[in-house]
């Protein structure tokens, strides 16, 4: 069974900085494109990072040079760092997996910038 476990979601600051995790199982993570994508209420998932099997990133215009995408194949993981975060960041954060038409998403976490 295929699970993607996002965490590391919470309440922060404007300015402030959070870590997101996604812990995949149930597939050859090595092969997988993993992105993160977030949902605000009343808009549509949007994508915020990807990196590719290989390793290769790109990222939403709104959060270039603040976010970084990483993954760690050994530990079937994939990371979101997001520093100076602003309001209009606050959003449910999904991990998501993709290898030719295979898509997987996880539940999500859920992240609020507010003083």
């Known amino acids: 069974q295929v699970q993607l476990a996002e965490s590391g979601g919470g309440l922060v600051q404007p300015g402030g900085s959070l870590r997101l995790s996604c812990g995949a199982s149930?597939?050859?993570?090595?092969?997988?494109?993993m992105g993160w994508y977030r949902q605000a209420p009343g808009k549509q998932r949007e994508l915020v990072a990807r990196?590719?099997?290989?390793?290769?990133?790109n990222y939403a215009d709104t959060v270039k040079g603040r976010f970084t995408i990483s993954r760690d194949n050994a530990k079937h993981s994939v990371y979101l760092q997001m520093n100076s975060l602003k309001p209009e960041d606050t959003a449910v954060y999904f991990c998501?997996?993709?290898?030719?038409?295979?898509?997987?998403w996880g539940q999500g976490t859920q992240v609020t910038v507010s003083s």
């Open positions: 990196i590719s099997s290989g390793g290769s990133t």
């Open positions: 149930g597939i050859m993570f090595s092969i997988y494109a």
């Open positions: 998501n997996a993709v290898n030719n038409k295979i898509t997987y």
